[in-house]
């Protein structure tokens, strides 16, 4: 009863209830759902407090950018039903000013993740072309693991969201985390334009993934280790991030001495030996499933498989993340 009450007093009002319609689109910025409601950031961001209070919606600061989604399912869904019931009875101009509105915001967000690129383009290729083309990368991906479902997918360090863009169609949840908002910011653009529902972004950073022990059937790392202080620690995080026989693939470079890469793009790692990613899977209480090597441009693409095996491994985590960290 004191949910119930909680849920009725957060939905008294016009404001909260077109906010519920336009999350159910999309997650949203404060300032984005000011500018479709036509109210002040202020006005916006009491009525946001109100719903999250009542767990109707969920906070998440980005940078300088506070994010708004939709809470938990159990509680939403009841209430969006409610509220399709109501809509179908009389015409709604409000709703149809708010789309409108919201189709402004999507349009500004994909002619701003443009620019980024184009602005970047340069950068852009001279990347790609130290290896192969990424499409027989992700082809490969493909091929490792499989065309079953993927269930609760995890993309580390997605970067722009190529790799949920890819993988999301087949997964039942699919979660991108990037330490970058300006990165996240171009990935929701482009997840938005794509219609994928079931995605979701989150600023966090690999050495502490916002998912509980368990609550990932795959995880991608995707051309992020050679940036990683600790490749190590990371696996070892993504690991705990498993199920039981989840599974891990990493695709990234085979160890290379293009040195200036490391002042040219950042990169902390010149590639891995299926030795080290072999070691540093073992740590982790990983085995590995499969590699695949792919050969043909400046630098030699790997992609390492590994599978967390069913419960029963005695290693404990905190002590196998000390060991990875020493790696």
Known sequence: MTQALETFRALADSSRLRILRLLRTMELSVGELALVLGQSQPRVSRHVKILCDAGLTERRKEGSWVFVALGARRLVEPVLAAIDALDGVTADAEGTTDAARLAAVRADRAASASQWFEAHASEWD???????????????????????????????????????????????????IDRSSEMLRIARAKIGERGLANAELRQADLYSLPVADGGADVAIVHHVLHYAQQPGAAIVEAARALAPGGRLLIADFAPHDREELRAQDAHTRLGFSDAQMAGWFEIAGLSIAQTETLEGGELTVKIWLGRKPAPGNPKQQRGTFQEAQAA
């Open 126 to 176: 001279a990347i790609r072309s130290l290896h192969i083309a990424e499409s027989e990368v992700e082809g490969a991906m493909r091929r490792l693991l499989g065309e079953a479902p993927l269930g609760r997918l995890v993309d580390i360090g997605t970067g722009t969201g190529r790799m949920i863009e890819l993988f999301a169609p087949r997964a039942t949840s699919a979660l991108g």
